[in-house]
């Protein structure tokens, strides 16, 4: 190849090693590659290196529409950088968890990105293991390590304040967990309490109703100990879509309408939501930018860049679709 460029070896591995050479000679080096259909061998050049060529993505479920896809989107980062990625799912758990922190293995992988749940900030600080590890999510941030989330108390309120613009009154959150104090839906509680209050909304606790875990089953329970109330509400924010698909299920066997007679509003905008009957309004995450911004934490740490750990805050959208996309609100059919 290098014969046929017109270069030496070094050169030809500098052009594929992307190092700095004169825009010509890379155009020649390139060209040979394409006409000898060269494909470099990652491989080897990750064992030189020291390296597997492997990371970790670690996630409490892979059942999970959200987390589903988020790590098709990390596969396909990783994949652009010569990288493959092992999934492993924790569930939530203490020592799957601390198995994740510990660097899953001698040598098993080169770097982890880490969503968790029972692991906290303290948790993290403790780690003895040196491998790369950047987080998702709000369990952990502001350090120890790198970490990568939206910002979910705006996010929610935003997703609230949209459902009071239409004139809804008795606005409901399904999704509280208040034995997590530090997490996700905590941070989604505030954001709605927030919105409440600057609409001039009252907070009523019998309104906020907690889920165990973000399946539709639990939305669907939830659902049904709403519509039993006195006086039922007429708009839910869900804290994820798969709570809002079952919310939405249990409305429809009751005979509310949705949005006519219930307002419905999730988060994440996983693809069954955007397909649902009616689709889903949500709160939409840029996916591809968390899996773009923690690969690219990552791979920084991995060369050994050393900075304080960074936090990164991926932007966010509401969504509007047909589950909030009528104004006026009618009788409940019967």
């Known amino acids: 190849m290098a014969a046929r460029a017109g270069v030496s070896v070094k050169t030809v591995s500098n052009v594929i090693n992307g190092a700095a050479v004169g825009a010509g000679t890379r155009e020649r080096v390139q060209q040979a590659i394409a006409d000898l259909g060269y494909r470099p061998n990652i491989s080897a050049r990750n064992l030189r290196r020291g390296r597997t060529g492997i990371l ?5 479920e892979l059942d999970q529409p959200y987390f589903a896809e988020l790590a098709r989107l990390i596969v396909d980062t990783a994949d652009e950088h010569g990288y493959t990625i092992l999934i492993d799912q924790t569930g939530g758990g203490d020592r799957r968890e601390q198995y994740v922190i510990d660097g899953m293995g001698a040598k098993l992988v ?6 968790p749940v029972a692991m906290d900030r303290l948790d993290i600080a403790r780690r003895v293991d040196t491998t790369p590890l950047v987080l998702l999510g709000e369990r952990v941030s502001a350090g120890p390590a790198d970490h990568v989330a939206i910002d979910n108390v705006a996010a929610a309120r935003t997703a609230t304040a949209h459902l009071a613009g239409l004139g809804r009154r008795r606005i409901a959150a399904i999704g509280a967990q208040p034995d997590r104090v530090q997490g996700t839906s905590h941070m989604r509680e505030r954001g709605f309490r927030a919105a409440l209050e600057e609409a001039g ?6 309104l906020i109703v907690p889920a165990r875990e973000y399946h539709r089953r639990d ?5 049904a100990y709403l519509t039993e109330l006195e006086e039922p509400p007429d ?3 869900c804290f994820n879509d798969t709570l809002a698909l079952g919310a939405m299920r249990t409305l429809h066997d009751r005979g509310y309408r949705i949005p006519q007679d ?9 693809d069954d939501g955007r397909y649902n009957v009616p689709s889903l309004t949500t709160v939409s995450p840029d996916k591809a930018g968390i899996a773009r911004s923690a690969l690219r934490l990552l791979l920084d740490r991995i060369e050994a860049i050393d ?5 990164v805050t991926v932007r966010h959208e509401l969504r509007v679709r047909e589950s909030s996309g009528v104004t006026s609100r009618r009788s409940r059919a019967t």
């Open 56 to 60: 970790a993505l670690a996630v409490p």
């Open 110 to 115: 080169d770097g982890v990105i880490f969503s």
């Open 201 to 206: 909304l009252p907070v009523e606790e019998s």
């Open 219 to 223: 939305g669907a329970e939830a659902a």
């Open 235 to 237: 708009a839910v924010f």
């Open 262 to 270: 219930v307002a419905v509003v999730g988060f994440d905008d996983i």
């Open 307 to 311: 900075s304080p750990p960074r936090e």
